[in-house]
């Protein structure tokens, strides 16, 4: 079993910026890529960005620019820096990670991070 623990989401202006963290943690084998989703009140859960352990990154179109994502392997952590806040960005955040047990490929996930973007 892998955990992911998400930190970082909060409140924060339009215009504003954040900071994601997702940290995996137990029984890992290899974690081949890790990518943060969201979903908003009333609409499906959508990609907004992922890493492969390789380094290649992979965005939605509505992030580009604004959104950064970095992994740290030695840590297995995520990150996602949030640029330029919009009130569209507001959502629960979800860590995603791509997991190879050696045996099997597995899908884990976090618990979720509220990002509300107000004033």
């Known amino acids: 079993q892998v955990r992911l623990v998400e930190s970082g989401g909060g409140l924060v202006q339009p215009g504003g910026s954040l900071r994601l963290s997702c940290a995996a943690s137990?029984?890992?084998?290899?974690?081949?890529?890790m990518g943060w989703y969201r979903r908003a009140p009333g609409k499906q859960r959508e990609l907004v960005a992922d890493?492969?352990?390789?380094?290649?990154?992979n965005y939605a179109d509505s992030v580009k620019g604004r959104f950064t994502i970095s992994r740290d392997g030695a840590k297995n952590t995520v990150y996602l820096q949030m640029n330029s806040l919009k009130p569209e960005d507001t959502a629960v955040y979800y860590c995603?990670?791509?997991?190879?047990?050696?045996?099997?490929?597995?899908?884990?996930w976090g618990q979720g991070t509220q990002v509300t973007v107000s004033s």
């Open positions: 137990g029984s890992i084998f290899r974690i081949y890529a």
């Open positions: 995603n990670a791509a997991h190879y047990s050696g045996k099997y490929n597995e899908d884990y």
């Open positions: 890493i492969a352990d390789g380094g290649n990154t």
